[in-house]
């Protein structure tokens, strides 16, 4: 701590909380509250009800609920296998194979989610790989952008095991292929987990290629929310952004769950 007194601490706490509270808290508890409202003209909202949020749950709009899930899931775990195997490729390999694999896995970071929905969407749109117009092209642009967190999540994971273990399976006898299933996997389970939690939070919120390369009928609640919101329909995108919060936040609880029960075995 850089702050030694009672009061120093009290002010620092008191500060980070007033931060939290005015960036993160306030925009989100506006939203769930809009969500709610039938009119917002004064300092409190009005006509307080439920119409939005039956909407948001029915129709078109749960369909694109649907569309978030499974793109994020089935894009969180070709972005888990793709990242992992690429972390432990660049582990292995030497010299600046490795730091090339590093840079390439890295790249989608430092390129706008625009400029790869724009380069997949023209990449894509002729044969042999015609995945323009299918939800496939959409899964793939996911996949891109958040295979860089996986793989950066289970690269920090490799750096910090501990190489006994690894030489101990091999003093024992065991093969390379052994050694990966049994003892490296094993142990990289917690960043396994971490890597998916974050691969579908960040899917279930992706809207900038997203928008360049969805077809009608693959899309995404994001995409509805923006729609609503252009269309001034805010108090049905409000209702909509709360229910894919509520979705994102159930879906990363069922995965630490998953994680945790994998780590007890």
């Keep these: 701590m850089l702050f030694w007194t009672r009061r120093g601490r009290a002010v620092v706490w008191t500060l980070f909380a007033v931060v939290v509270l005015v960036v993160f808290v306030a925009p989100i508890a506006t939203v769930v509250v809009a969500g709610f409202a039938g009119s917002w003209t004064g300092p409190l909202p009005s006509d307080l009800g439920l119409a939005h949020f039956g909407d948001a749950l029915s129709g078109d709009n749960v369909a694109s609920l649907s569309v978030s899930l499974q793109t994020a899931f089935i894009a969180g775990t070709l972005a888990l296998i793709l990242g992992t195997w690429a972390a432990i490729a660049a582990r292995e390999a030497s010299g600046p194979v490795g730091r090339v694999v590093d840079a390439v896995f890295h790249l989608p970071i430092a390129v706008p989610s625009v ?126 952004t709360s229910v894919l919060l509520a979705a994102t936040l159930i879906s990363l609880a069922l995965l630490g769950r998953l994680r945790s029960r994998a780590v007890v075995r």
């Excluded at 190489?163 to 990966?180: D, N, T």
């Excluded at 142990?187 to 900038?208: I, K, Q, R, Y």
């Excluded at 995409?223 to 409000?238: C, E, H, K, N, W």
Aim: net charge positive; aromatic share 8%; charged share 10%.
């Design 115 to 240: 400029a790869i929905g724009l380069g997949l969407l023209i990449s894509f749109n002729e044969k042999p790989l015609l995945l323009g117009g299918t939800k496939w092209i959409v899964i793939v642009a996911h996949t891109v952008l958040v295979l860089a967190f996986a793989f950066s999540a289970v690269s920090a994971a490799l750096e910090r095991l501990d190489p006994a273990y690894r030489q101990a399976a091999e003093s024992l006898g065991a093969g390379p292929f052994r050694v990966m299933t049994r003892v490296t996997l094993p142990l990289l389970l917690p960043a396994l987990g971490a890597a998916a939690g974050l691969a579908v939070a960040l899917s279930m919120g992706e809207l900038g290629a997203t928008v360049m390369v969805y077809p009608a009928t693959w899309k995404t609640l994001p995409v509805t929310i923006f729609g609503l919101s252009d269309r001034g329909q805010v108090f049905s995108a409000a209702a909509c």
